[in-house]
């Protein structure tokens, strides 16, 4: 009597447990369907934005490039940078393969800073030169290139019924085959598009990886020549790249490796591109990391994560810099450029040695303005110039270089600076004199030597900073 009496409070429970099971088991469904069907609208959306934005960058270029008055010319390059900043904005959303969020995040963020430098070049009087020219062109049809391909892949998503977050199905299979991937290598979001949609965006990333040379952030940075570098040191094997590339990255423990490649040119190196650990949250967004064969240096990190509202200003950003830049060892570096654009701010340190501002050692750092990150940090010109200098004093005093000054100038400021000559070939010791003429102010550099003028740059102040022209 008792056994059946057990047996039928046992029979009880279980189709209690079971019905409340099957009820939790429903509900959840439903949730994981509305979930999957909201973000893979977000999705869908921003991946449609980022198509619709890119065309019309690729439009305004080549508006740019015909355009018969400077004034039109400066508002098609405008309206490029915006719409660059759209995409990449839409593109970070993105779960893609971890080298074309690398590839094709570096390049909407290099097109919109191009196109908004060539704005505030002739924004100042200096026209469009041949080699300007020549990059924007380049720009275009790249740009082109990628709107094809991204209406390409739409098509065929399109076509495939593809999403980018299928909802999933509660069964007995997908419950084993989670288990397995959570105990074993985990299956990322990154990787799901490019196995769905095979060689769509493997296209897009190999078309992103020729990239202009940009020419912004301040005086004295126009370009890297391809020379051989002047920092030079013992070479390193991947692994210990590896190594050192993980002691250069901010946040690098929430972050893997998820590919490596060889870098050719005058700074060969390893370019690793990092997703996401599952302790980083696993997010979207993903970063590459360029690391010299030659010392482990780091020569460049584009992070591509999305920027929240500013909580910190130009001053304190500057600052992050510094201390970045002092942790790494760089011991001497001063800030000489800033400039905030969409959330972030991106500023040139330069190194000063014995009261010499060394212009042509300089290293680019983009700062996060919502919590401070290091975001993006450019080392090449630093890497390719910087080595011991035997630096003659001047000859001249700071009140002779003056004398050929004009008298309607107000001198604010002079300083030592070493500037790259006008050939690019070499460099030479100047008289660095801040001025006002007016209500404009201008960088005038004398040479310490022989008193002559060597070069005049307007410095601009704006909301966002301050920039050279």
């Known amino acids: 009597m008792r056994r059946s009496v057990s047996w039928a409070v046992f029979g009880t429970l279980a189709a209690v447990v079971l019905t409340l099971w099957g009820v939790w088991t429903w509900r959840l469904t439903a949730a994981n369907r509305d979930l999957a069907l909201a973000v893979e609208a977000d999705r869908q959306r921003n991946f449609a934005d980022m198509a619709y934005h890119v065309e019309q960058i690729q439009a305004l270029l080549g508006k740019g490039l015909v355009a018969g008055t400077t004034r039109q010319n400066m508002r098609y390059l405008s309206d490029a940078h915006h719409h660059a900043a759209a995409a990449a904005t839409n593109f970070t959303s993105l779960p893609l393969p971890a080298e074309v969020s690398a590839s094709v995040g570096k390049f909407l963020q290099q097109t919109g800073d191009f196109a908004q430098s060539i704005s505030r070049n002739e924004a100042a009087g200096r026209e469009l030169e041949d080699q300007g020219r020549s990059e924007l062109a380049r720009l275009r049809t790249l740009s082109a290139d990628l709107s094809a391909q991204l209406q390409e892949i739409a098509a065929r998503y399109n076509q495939g019924g593809f999403r980018w977050s299928p909802p999933m199905q509660l069964t007995w299979g997908n419950l084993v085959r989670g288990y397995q991937s959570a105990v074993g290598k985990p299956a990322t979001q990154d990787q799901a598009p490019s196995s769905m949609v095979a060689g769509g965006w493997d296209q897009v990333g190999s078309a992103m990886e020729r990239l202009p040379v940009m020419i912004y ?253």
């Open 217 to 469: 952030d301040g005086p004295f940075s126009d370009h890297v020549n391809n020379r051989a570098p002047a920092r030079q040191a013992s070479p390193v094997s991947r692994e210990e790249a590896e190594r050192l590339m993980r002691r250069q990255v901010p946040n690098a423990e929430t972050y893997r490796v998820a590919g490596v490649t060889d870098i050719s040119g005058n700074l060969p190196g390893f370019s690793f591109q990092l997703a996401p650990t599952a302790a980083g949250g696993g997010a979207a967004y993903t970063a590459s990391a360029d690391i010299a064969r030659n010392g482990g240096f780091l020569i460049q990190l584009v992070n591509s994560r999305m920027v929240g509202n500013p909580t910190i200003d130009l001053e304190r950003a500057k600052a992050l810099g510094l201390e970045y830049l002092a942790a790494q060892g760089y011991a001497g570096m001063v800030p000489t450029y800033g400039q905030i654009s969409e959330g972030t701010a991106t500023i040139a340190y330069a190194y000063r040695e014995n009261g010499v501002l060394i212009y042509p050692d300089q290293i680019k750092i983009k700062v996060a303005l919502d919590n401070g990150e290091i975001l993006a940090v450019d080392a090449r010109q630093y890497l390719m110039s910087h080595h011991p200098r035997d630096i003659r004093p001047a000859t001249i005093t700071p009140d002779q270089a003056e004398e050929d000054i004009r008298p309607e100038l107000t001198i604010d400021r002079t300083q030592l600076a070493l500037i790259p000559s006008q050939s690019g070939t070499g460099e030479i010791l100047t008289y660095e004199f801040l001025t006002r003429f007016g209500e404009e102010t201008y960088l005038v550099y004398v040479n310490a030597y022989t008193g002559q003028e060597e070069q005049i740059l307007q410095q601009v102040q704006s909301d966002g900073g301050t920039f050279a022209l």
